[in-house]
């Protein structure tokens, strides 16, 4: 024999075949990537292509069209692409929750978008006072808009309203006892248990009544000279029903007034209007905790307020100034962005009667179930169309919720699309791996589509879905890989 017999597919590449980091570089489909990533990034992802490409050619299994200029440019310019990606990117929320925690709650509206827009590129007076030339203080910002609100004397802001809660027990309550009815001792998301921030804040918790009922006397009853608080929980996430029994705000102030003890409230969710005018069910207002009797309320600025991520305390000036006092005030106190983007917010409630326009998040959970409707049946041929035999899909009506632990056990009539597996006679865990799948692919997508899967189907409530995001939502269904 005078030559030895390659063993070599000429369909596959041996490692010979693999190019050089600096051919690569040198090629012309290679420079667009250079202009825009650097040679720093691509010189990197050159490298780490072609180790990939060198095991799989070792292993005899890389193509031989995977080496060609045109193939290892293509696969170059989408790791690039992939790497680049930010982490936090815009998805569409077709969950049918409107303010969806994991989907970073609520939505800001134009004119906070453009404020903050302004703060990112301008410096801005933050902590300087117009008016004399001097330190000015942050909270200023804000705080005469929120006391119009709210009927406070004082006000002030923190990054949320766990933080809230946390600052005023250790600013109020550190050594001391606060009072709380057993049925208000919730958790919320994030396993944030009220007992573990009243420990962590320095506050001794003493327990009252029962899971269901609650009475004056069992605060009556529990108040010492080493107490500081009565406070009230606003119950996130779930609902008692049945035979029940609390206690109210006004009862609780002529309680502790005797005393000279303070009576907080922790309102959650926080709303600042009147929700049942707009057909929604009723929630009490931060006006009304105050004009009860609460001495201090804390609330979220990104719930039902519409806002930013924030924890707002308002209430007696004399409590507010031992709140800003406190060290801790300082590291939990907001940044230029958010009181940039709370203001214009709260001016939106000055005109309450275009509030359901100008408020994203009311807008949303005001949106009218026909218009849902309308929306969910012009998207429905398309979406038949990607997914063919494989999913059966029909535009059927449907319920929202507000979500944040607003509202929990109320519903909003809304309509979306069902997405089945093709097949319901497959059924069992074959079907459910089919809607996993195809949930999947949707969360692949450029702009990744969440919904939710219960009762063997994948429900996409269009609820939040924009009719000016409707041509995106559309245009990149082809790109839908199953």
Excluded at 28 to 54: H, I, M, N, W
Excluded at 312 to 339: E, F, H, M, S
Excluded at 400 to 409: D, R
Aim: aromatic share 4%; charged share 20%.
């Amino acid at each position: 024999m005078t030559g030895a017999m390659s063993l070599v597919s000429p369909l596959l590449a041996a490692a010979s075949d693999i190019p050089a980091v600096d051919r690569v570089l040198n090629l012309s489909q290679t420079q667009p990537l250079l202009a825009q990533y650097g040679r720093t990034q691509v010189t990197a992802a050159v490298r780490k292509l072609l180790d990939e490409f060198r095991s799989q050619a070792l292993a005899g299994k890389l193509a031989a069209s995977a080496v060609d200029d045109a193939s290892l440019s293509s696969c170059l310019e989408r790791q690039l692409a992939a790497a680049s990606r930010l982490h936090l990117r815009a998805i569409f929320n077709l969950t049918g929750t409107v303010l969806h925690t994991n989907l970073g709650r609520a939505l800001l509206p134009d004119e906070a978008v453009q404020a903050v827009i302004s703060a990112l590129t301008n410096p801005a007076n933050l902590e300087f006072d117009l008016e004399t030339g001097g330190r000015g203080d942050r909270d200023s910002l804000v705080e005469d808009v929120l006391c119009e609100l709210t009927g406070a004397e004082a006000a002030t802001v923190v990054n949320n309203n766990a933080a809230a809660v946390f600052l005023m027990l250790n600013a109020l309550a550190q050594k001391k006892e606060v009072i709380v009815s057993r049925g208000e001792l919730v958790e919320i998301g994030g396993a944030f248990r009220v007992p573990d921030i009243m420990q962590r804040a320095g506050a001794k918790l003493i327990e009252v009544g029962t899971t269901n009922r609650t009475h004056p006397a069992d605060y009556a009853n529990a108040i010492t000279a080493r107490c500081a608080m009565l406070m009230k929980v606003h119950c996130s996430n779930y609902a008692i029903s049945g035979f029940t029994s609390s206690v109210e705000i006004a009862a609780l102030a002529e309680l502790a007034r005797p005393h000279g003890i303070a009576v907080t409230v922790d309102l959650g969710s926080g709303t600042l209007i009147d929700l049942t005018q707009w057909g929604l069910p009723a929630e009490t207002t931060v006006r009304e905790t105050i004009r009860q009797g609460a001495d201090l309320v804390t609330f979220s600025g990104d719930k039902l307020l519409g806002g930013p991520q924030a924890g707002i305390i308002v209430g007696r000036a004399d409590l507010i100034r031992l709140i800003k006092k406190n060290p801790l005030k300082r590291a939990l106190r907001v940044g230029k962005l958010t009181l940039a983007a709370l203001e214009p917010v709260l001016r939106l409630y000055l005109a309450p009667e275009f509030l359901a326009q100008r408020l994203t998040t009311l807008r949303l959970l005001t949106r009218p179930q026909t218009l849902i409707r309308a929306q969910a049946e012009r998207l429905l041929p398309l979406l038949q169309s990607v997914l063919a035999d494989r999913y059966s899909v029909t535009a059927e009506a449907m319920f929202s919720q507000i979500g944040s632990g607003a509202l929990p056990v109320d519903q909003l009539p809304s309509y979306g699309l069902a997405l089945r597996a093709g097949n319901a006679a497959n059924g069992g865990k074959r079907h459910g791996r089919a809607l996993d799948k195809l949930e999947k692919a949707l969360r692949q997508l450029p702009r990744p589509v969440i919904g939710r899967i219960a009762n063997d189907a994948l429900w996409l409530d269009c609820r939040c879905l924009e009719e000016h995001d409707e041509a995106l939502f559309n245009a990149q269904l082809q790109d839908l890989s199953l």
